[in-house]
């Protein structure tokens, strides 16, 4: 069983000015930063001490917008690293390698003198300590652009036999980045700071908490989600992996499938995820060694919300409606929701207040946190 929290929209939050999906997202001080993706060049920013408050717009990106492209703030700065996106019209789609970064004092853009050492579409970043920023994840470069270059040459019926031949792999065929890779804003450098202990991730949540940071759940190939979350502790030898922890399963859903694209970060004292999609079905099916395991399976988006406390996960509660690929900002006041999607792709604009009151309330609720906690 779990409880479905009373979260409405909040009024004092306005809708993006536009659609927001694959997008990115920063924050600097109070101020909130968002754009790209579905914005295309569009960028803004929200005041969030200003009344009323509004999403103001800023100068534009100066280059081929992306999807799915990561992103962090460092010594008060935003750095965007890839994404995916088509250099004209009759382009195909392809990763970009390149790095830009965004000045807030001066509202201005600027390309760095680097490129990007793998592929980073879907990739999560975090910095560390004002200057580091690593970055866990990320399609494989070739093998992504490669595949659209030949795809969209095809006709209708060999385009259908194309796709089956590249998703019918297993997930190691897919060579996604296994690498952390650090960023030095001060330097410009790139160093490997190795592989990481379990298959690499992409389109995951990841919060930096006490000094530990947190991979929640994610991609492993196309159309199959993982239903872990991968944990390391930062030390001056690098990253040292714990344990895996896992995301319990929701009522009448066995096994967890784990999602893509949802909402993390603090909500009160707590870790959360909430929202995201997957196929339903996907798991099982690759269990059994089909590995095509989502053809056929209706994309769902997640209304679940996962709260992280005493070393488990733990289903608390559900979102108003089921959500996902938008951006998530701590705020004040609690969580903050941004953008996004709804089931099958409908835009949401709107933005989601989940209020700190509200895990206040959940955090002295000893028989609610009990629920759904042993399957993990």
Known sequence: MTCDLNIENETAWPAFPVTLREAVGAQVGGVLYAGLGTAAHAWYALDTQGEPKSWRRLADFPADAPSGAASAVANGKIYVFGGAGRANPSSSLEQFDVVHCYDPLSDSWAKLPTRLP?????????????????????????????FFAKYDSLGALQQKRALREFMDRPVLDYEWNINVWQFDVTNIEWRNLGGVPHLPNCGSGVILHQGQIYLLSGEIKPGLRSRSVKRASISDRGLKWCDEKNLPSPDGVVPQEGVAG???????????????????????????????????????????????????????????????HGLSFQVAQGLLLVGGDTQDGIPCMESMLLPHNSATVLSHDSALFRRNSSVN
């Not at 793998?118 to 490669?146: E, H, T």
């Not at 970060?265 to 798991?283: C, I, K, M, Q, S």
Request: proline share 3%; with cysteine; aromatic share 16%.
């Open 118 to 146: 793998v592929g980073m579409l879907g990739a999560s970043a975090i910095c560390v300590d004002g200057v580091r920023i690593l970055v866990f994840g990320g399609y494989n470069k070739p093998q992504f652009d490669c």
């Open 262 to 324: 949802g909402f993390a970060g603090r909500w009160g004292e707590y870790l959360v995820l909430a929202g995201g999609t997957n196929f339903p079905g996907a798991r099982r099916r690759y269990d059994a060694m089909e590995y095509y395991a989502h053809q056929g399976l209706s994309k769902t988006w997640r209304d679940e919300l996962y709260v992280f406390r005493d070393d488990v996960w733990m289903m608390v509660g559900r979102l108003p409606a089921a959500r996902a």
